[in-house]
């Protein structure tokens, strides 16, 4: 009789544990909606359509990898759920810096343009890359080139972020800066663990370690959705706050 395997189980779970923190998410982020400024809804809209659609997206993949812990039941993983998913979200994520710096019309469009085109392109490679290792079962030479496509479209992104986003945010309010700068480690920090995750999984095939990109993506998915909400969020609440003290001030 076949055991339970720990690294099956454990991956069971964190699909449960991104569905429930994706949930609660959003419903932080609506209800806390009102409580903000009119002029920085919008940041929590974001944010929760963010944590919407990939709650969604964990739904259906909380049984990807089966429901019993046993390493037979897997026939498959939600590769194409998943990329999906970031097809979507990982777009809405970057809409937010351009929305914390309130450039709208002619001085956001071009920066939002050139994060959403890179986006699109490391998402798409990701995915083209990704399939192919996962129908050959290990290490393939689209694989490879899709994998630096995906990898030069996220440097690129991370240029814009540290040169244009930094830029525009030296002059904003003390936690809107703040805020930027913390959000750009996501981007840095937080997304490498996918290409990490895809190049474990490229040059070390097997479904345990495929398990353990999966575990990787969950976590890091967790963090980047919610936590990178949780900071935009608290900066524009600081900020409708101090809104609202002078406006008390000027009435009083």
């Known amino acids: 009789m076949e055991e339970v395997n720990l690294l099956v189980l454990a991956?069971?779970?964190?699909?449960?544990?991104?569905?429930?923190?994706?949930?609660?998410?959003?419903?932080?982020?609506?209800?806390?909606?009102?409580?903000?400024?009119?002029?920085?809804?919008?940041?929590a809209t974001v944010a929760a359509l963010v944590t919407f659609v990939a709650a969604i997206h964990y739904y259906f993949m909380k049984d990807a990898v089966g429901?019993?812990?046993?390493?037979?039941?897997?026939?498959?993983?939600?590769?194409?759920?998943?990329?999906?998913?970031?097809?979507?979200?990982?777009?809405?994520?970057?809409?937010?810096?351009?929305?914390?710096?309130?450039?709208?019309?002619?001085?956001?469009r071009p920066l939002l343009t050139k994060l959403v085109i890179a986006d699109v392109i490391m998402i798409v490679g990701g995915y083209i890359g990704e399939s192919s290792?996962?129908?050959?079962?290990?290490?393939?030479?689209?694989?490879?080139?899709?994998?630096?496509?995906?990898?030069?479209?996220?440097?690129y992104i991370i240029y814009l972020l540290f040169t244009n986003v930094t830029k525009a945010a030296e002059n904003k309010p003390a936690p809107i800066r703040?805020?930027?700068?913390?959000?750009?480690?996501?981007?840095?920090?937080?997304?490498?663990?996918?290409?990490?995750?895809?190049?474990?999984?490229?040059?070390?095939?097997?479904v345990e370690i495929q398990l353990v990109r999966e575990l990787i993506y969950n976590f890091a998915d967790l963090t980047n959705k919610v936590g990178f909400?949780?900071?935009?969020?608290?900066?524009?609440?600081?900020?409708?706050?101090?809104?609202?003290?002078?406006?008390k001030t000027l009435t009083s």
């Open 67 to 108: 429901t019993s812990g046993l390493l037979s039941e897997i026939d498959g993983f939600p590769t194409e759920i998943r990329y999906i998913d970031w097809l979507v979200t990982t777009p809405l994520l970057l809409v937010k810096f351009p929305l914390l710096l309130g450039l709208k019309g002619r001085l956001g």
């Open 133 to 155: 290792i996962n129908i050959a079962g290990g290490f393939t030479q689209l694989g490879l080139w899709s994998y630096l496509i995906g990898c030069f479209a996220w440097i």
């Open 178 to 206: 703040d805020a930027l700068l913390k959000m750009r480690l996501f981007i840095l920090i937080g997304w490498a663990i996918y290409p990490i995750g895809y190049a474990v999984t490229l040059f070390a095939p097997g």
């Open 11 to 43: 991956t069971q779970y964190m699909f449960w544990v991104g569905f429930v923190g994706m949930a609660a998410g959003t419903l932080y982020f609506l209800v806390e909606r009102n409580s903000l400024a009119p002029e920085y809804r919008s940041t």
């Open 229 to 247: 909400g949780l900071i935009a969020f608290f900066a524009v609440k600081t900020m409708s706050s101090l809104s609202s003290s002078k406006g």
